[in-house]
Structures are given as structure tokens and as C-alpha cells.
């Protein structure tokens, strides 16, 4: 078995291949949803744009399964801490998430416009709020969270719902927003065709450009926030108990890691390049699938580079930097994280595999002729 350094470094990594399969496979679901108003101006329309994601949008829940899950194995304090310091948040976000289902399955039950109207916008909502909430989380995450523990590990939160949405929070709610957007927008120029196809890619192109300007906004924002050094008491093979470290606070020194070591630059820098090759392959308008996979670059670049500002932080405490949680002090017990790598290995090939065979049989354009052809087997 792989000893507990390694096991805490591979269990950080998959982490975040699973957050940035949450960002990727859901992410351009609830972009579309976003954009469902405004690309689709006719009923078929927008019946067009929902099935592009009918069919799969359910399958794309398993990575947000998959991240849940894994949080909770894997780091228990930090799914302890971030789901009842995120209490309300979260409940918003599932409320926001269950009008997906019921307006998939709903909308066309009746051909009243303002029926459909009514879960159009419901299926908007679906998407931006969760879109809205996990960058108002990362921006928190990033800033510290109001929260620490007592001698026992008794957990307290201090923090409101409203204090979530502060100003820097909400810049990184807007590069979600928009990333996501743009993300959705590519898709659509997979998936459709015509008037649908155009709209979608005119916005896909001014999302793309308005997320480099918000994403180097936030870099230069957030390179004057403050930051946490562990001083003693952590090591990679330590005890699991965040109290037995020291942590300093540090004005100004949260983005340290990316000079510290220069290579990390390659996730931020990611990101600008795979936006910008993603908003000049739309415009060109002859590689709909490479423009896809490149607002997929551009995604990743965004998770990684805040997962790389952290390191090995995991979850910061705003008012009591001890009782931070980082990669070496929140673990499970290596026991538990090597059975859930054996069962990782043996299990995610296969999703990937399902994955994919879903996509392959699902490809091809969503048409109004398809649709109006056969109407019974269509949202």
C-alpha cells in the first residue's frame, strides 16, 4: 500500500479532477439552462436547446455526486465544516437544483406559453443560482471561512448568509458565471444548428472575453489578499487534528505559492489561452468541437488555479488560523484512503467508459425537424 504522504497528495488530486469534472460535465448543463431565454426566441426553439441536455444532464449529476462523496471519505472535517458552514447556501443551491428535473419533465406537458414561459425561466434559475453559489463559495474558500474548532473538535461557525456575498465573493460568483455561461454556449455550438447555433456562439464569444478580463481582475485582487503560513506542527504523515499546528497570518501572500513555484503558473495561464482559443475557434466558426474542448481547458485552468492558491490548505479559518483545515490534517485514516483508492481505481473507468458511449450514441445535432417529426419522444 502507498504510505499516508502519498495517499493525502493523490487524494488533493482527485479532489480536484472531481471539482473540475463537476465545473466540466454539469457545467455546460447549466449554461445552457442560462441561455435557454435568450438563444431560443420560439417554443421549438427552446424545446431544441433543452434536448440538447435532456438526455444527459442526469448522468452529469454523478460527478457532483462523486465530489460530495469524496469529501466526505475522504475529509471529513472539511465536509463537516464547509456543509453546516455553507448550511443556507447549500439549501439554496439544492433548491435552485431540484427545478432542473421538474422543469425537464414538466415543461412540455402543456402547450400553454405561459406555462412554458414560467419553466423556462424556472430552468434559468436552475442555472445560474448553483453557477452563482459554488464561485461565491470559491471566493470564501479563498478569503478564510469564520470558523474553529475547540479543544474537543467541536466546530464553531460565526459567518451569516449574508456575509458569503461580499464584494471579492462576489467577483468570483461572476467568473463562475460567466465561465459557465461560455461553457453552455459552446456547447450549444456542438449541438445545434441555424439561428440557435449563431445566437449561442455570439454570446459563447463575449463570455469567453468577459471571463479573462474577470479572471485577471481576480488574480490582481486577490494577490493583495492576505494568506496563512504554517509555521510548525503539520507534516505530511502528521496526525489528522488541525489543532496540533502553529499558523501565522501573512498580509498580502495568499497567491505566494504561484512564486514560490513558477510551474504552478500554467493553471492560471491555462485559463486565458483556452478562453481565448475558445472565443477565436467561435468566431471562426469551423471547429464548434474544438471550441468546446477548449472552454473545457478554460475550465479547468479556473479550478486549478484556485486549488493551487491554496495548497495545502484546504479550508482556511478567517478567525482562527489554527484551527485551519489543510491537506496533511483533515484526512481519513490511511486505511480508508487506500481502500477508496482501490475502489476509485476500479470504478471510475468505468463511469468514464459509460460516459462516453452515452456521448457517442447521443451525437449528432438536436434539429426542429427531429422534433417535430416525433414530438412524444422529446422534452
Known amino acids: 500500500m502507498l504510505d499516508y504522504e502519498t495517499l493525502r497528495l493523490l487524494w488533493w488530486g482527485i479532489l480536484g479532477v472531481l471539482l473540475i469534472g463537476i465545473a466540466v460535465m454539469d457545467g455546460f448543463d447549466m449554461g445552457t439552462a442560462i441561455l435557454l431565454p435568450f438563444v431560443g426566441r420560439s417554443d421549438i ?3 431544441v436547446v433543452i434536448n440538447t441536455v435532456g438526455p444527459v444532464w442526469e448522468g452529469n449529476q454523478v460527478w457532483l455526486i462523486l465530489g460530495g462523496g469524496a469529501i466526505f471519505a475522504a475529509w471529513p472535517p472539511l465536509y463537516a465544516v464547509a456543509f453546516s458552514g455553507f448550511y ?24 400553454d406559453p405561459r406555462w ?15 453557477a452563482l453559489v459554488f464561485g461565491v463559495a470559491f471566493g470564501n474558500v479563498l478569503e478564510g471561512v469564520p470558523f474553529r474548532f475547540d479543544d474537543s473538535l467541536r466546530m464553531t461557525y460565526e459567518g451569516t448568509l449574508w456575509q458569503l456575498f461580499n464584494p471579492f465573493a462576489l467577483l468570483a460568483g461572476l467568473i463562475s458565471v ?29 463570455a469567453a472575453l468577459a471571463l479573462i478580463l474577470l479572471f485577471a481582475l481576480g488574480g490582481v485582487w486577490a494577490s493583495g489578499l492576505d494568506g496563512l503560513r504554517i509555521v ?22 495568499l497567491m505566494r505559492n504561484y512564486a514560490v513555484e513558477p510551474g504552478t503558473l500554467l493553471a492560471p495561464g491555462l485559463t486565458i489561452a483556452a478562453a481565448f482559443g475558445a472565443a477565436i475557434l467561435t468566431l471562426v466558426g469551423r471547429a464548434p468541437r474544438l471550441a468546446f474542448v477548449a472552454s473545457g481547458l478554460a475550465v479547468a485552468g479556473v479550478i486549478a488555479t484556485a486549488g493551487l492558491s491554496l495548497f495545502p490548505f484546504l479550508l482556511p479559518s478567517s478567525i482562527d488560523p489554527a484551527s485551519s483545515l489543510t491537506v496533511w490534517d483533515a484526512s ?24 462516453a458511449w452515452v456521448y457517442r450514441v447521443l451525437r449528432g445535432p438536436v434539429t426542429p425537424q427531429a422534433i417535430q417529426r416525433d414530438p412524444h419522444s422529446y422534452y
Open 232 to 253: 510548525a506542527g503539520a507534516g505530511p504523515d502528521g496526525p489528522s487534528n488541525p489543532l496540533r499546528k502553529t499558523v501565522e497570518h501573512v498580509p498580502g501572500i
Open 45 to 47: 426553439e427552446r424545446r
Open 116 to 130: 412554458r414561459a414560467f419553466w423556462d425561466w424556472s430552468l434559468f434559475a436552475g442555472g445560474l443560482v448553483p
Open 332 to 355: 481519513s485514516s490511511r486505511a480508508t484512503l487506500g481502500i477508496m483508492m482501490v475502489a476509485t481505481l476500479l470504478l471510475l473507468p468505468i463511469v468514464l467508459g459509460y460516459t
Open 88 to 111: 443556507l447556501a447549500m439549501l439554496l443551491l439544492l433548491a435552485s437544483l431540484i427545478l432542473r428535473p421538474v422543469g425537464f419533465k414538466f415543461r412540455s406537458k402543456i402547450q
Open 178 to 206: 460567466t465561465m459557465i455561461t461560455m461553457h453552455g454556449a459552446a456547447w450549444l455550438g456542438c449541438k445545434t444548428e441555424g439561428e440557435v447555433q449563431a445566437r449561442a456562439q455570439g454570446v459563447g464569444i463575449v
